[in-house]
């Protein structure tokens, strides 16, 4: 019978995937020496990141289409804390891009000292439950989520991948990085691609003409995703991610929450999601309701 140590390794607190991390790439990340240029976007699980992945290389390079049709996303936009970062960083070119699911208070030393520029997407917290209960359910990485309410449980403790939600949210949305920070929501980037590609190339200074956005957006629709190879996450082994109890790339929809959630789930997953947001004062940009 496996346990919850089997599956995950607790770092200050939070619980992170034995299969793509370890003691020594989390010291790596510690380590890691940010550049002025660098681009960083900052997700908690399952809130937007392999899109991130799609858009930003698009959006650094002008719209060549090379590096997602010939490089894998986790490759070419790599995670901070993972174990793959100290194998390919030598291969990275400037500007380069990377993702973190980490919080704010756990950035190495070389970021905050550096002009390096982040982008925090933040997804509504009812279809991350939903994305993060399926993702369970293929990854075999992962521990078995139980039933839907039992993960909704696990969720709301923060008893799962880089803990509570609002303690992610809270800690990037008051951080103190003046210029260096953009937020976006899943929900903006899905109501208008093409509006959310040309604020971060403005954010990033990038000058691209209307043409060369639109022709990111179509390429990082979820239809156009779900169909490349090297982003669809297709040429992780069977034995990692089974796509045959689901996909990765599932839906790529907002609002999936209403086909799951029960009348009871919804008022105590509110509340209690509310409540740890009011206690700070904090807002969302959108109703939970």
């Known amino acids: 019978m496996s346990s919850s140590e089997d599956f995950f390794?607790?770092?200050?607190?939070?619980?992170?995937?034995?299969?793509?991390?370890?003691?020594?790439?989390?010291?790596?990340?510690q380590e890691f020496t940010f550049k002025d240029d660098d681009v960083v976007a900052v997700t908690y699980?399952?809130?937007?990141?392999?899109?991130?992945?799609?858009?930003?290389p698009l959006v650094l390079n002008g719209g060549d289409l090379t590096p997602v049709h010939t490089v894998v996303n986790w490759d070419r936009v790599p995670w901070l804390e993972e174990?793959?970062?100290?194998?390919?960083?030598?291969?990275?070119?400037s500007p380069r891009a990377l993702v973190t699911h980490f919080p704010y208070s756990f950035m190495p030393p070389s970021?905050?000292?550096?002009?390096?520029?982040?982008?925090?997407?933040?997804?509504?917290?009812?279809?991350?439950?939903?994305?993060?209960?399926?993702?369970?359910?293929m990854a075999n990485f992962l521990e078995d989520p139980?039933?839907?309410?039992?993960?909704?449980?696990?969720?709301?403790?923060?008893?799962?991948?880089?803990?509570?939600?609002t303690d992610h949210v809270k800690s990037w949305r008051c951080a103190e990085l003046g210029d260096r920070?953009?937020?976006?929501?899943?929900?903006?980037?899905?109501?208008?691609?093409?509006?959310?590609i040309r604020r971060i190339s403005d954010f990033l200074c990038c000058s691209l003409s209307e043409d060369v956005i639109h022709k990111i957006a179509k390429?990082?629709?979820?239809?156009?995703?779900?169909?490349?190879?090297?982003?669809?996450?297709?040429?992780?082994?069977?034995?990692?991610?089974?796509?045959?109890k689901s996909p990765f790339l599932r839906k790529g929809v907002t609002g999936d929450w209403k086909n799951h959630f029960s009348s009871e789930q919804l008022v105590r997953f509110t509340s209690v999601?509310?409540?740890?947001?009011?206690?700070?004062?904090?807002?969302?940009?959108?109703?939970?309701d």
Request: proline share 4%; hydrophobic share 40%.
């Open 45 to 56: 699980p399952k809130s937007g990141t392999t899109w991130m992945q799609e858009i930003l």
């Open 9 to 29: 390794l607790e770092y200050q607190g939070l619980l992170l995937p034995r299969e793509t991390h370890c003691a020594e790439s989390l010291n790596f990340a």
């Open 273 to 288: 999601i509310n409540k740890e947001l009011e206690e700070e004062n904090f807002s969302l940009p959108w109703s939970l």
């Open 83 to 93: 174990t793959r970062l100290a194998k390919i960083v030598d291969k990275l070119t």
């Open 219 to 244: 390429h990082c629709s979820f239809e156009s995703m779900k169909a490349n190879t090297m982003s669809n996450f297709s040429l992780v082994p069977k034995e990692y991610m089974d796509s045959d």
């Open 146 to 165: 139980g039933s839907f309410d039992e993960f909704m449980d696990k969720f709301l403790e923060g008893r799962v991948l880089f803990g509570k939600w």
């Open 111 to 137: 970021f905050h000292t550096s002009k390096a520029k982040v982008i925090n997407v933040i997804r509504n917290p009812k279809d991350v439950l939903v994305s993060s209960y399926y993702f369970h359910q």
């Open 181 to 196: 920070i953009f937020f976006i929501t899943y929900e903006e980037m899905a109501q208008d691609l093409p509006t959310s």
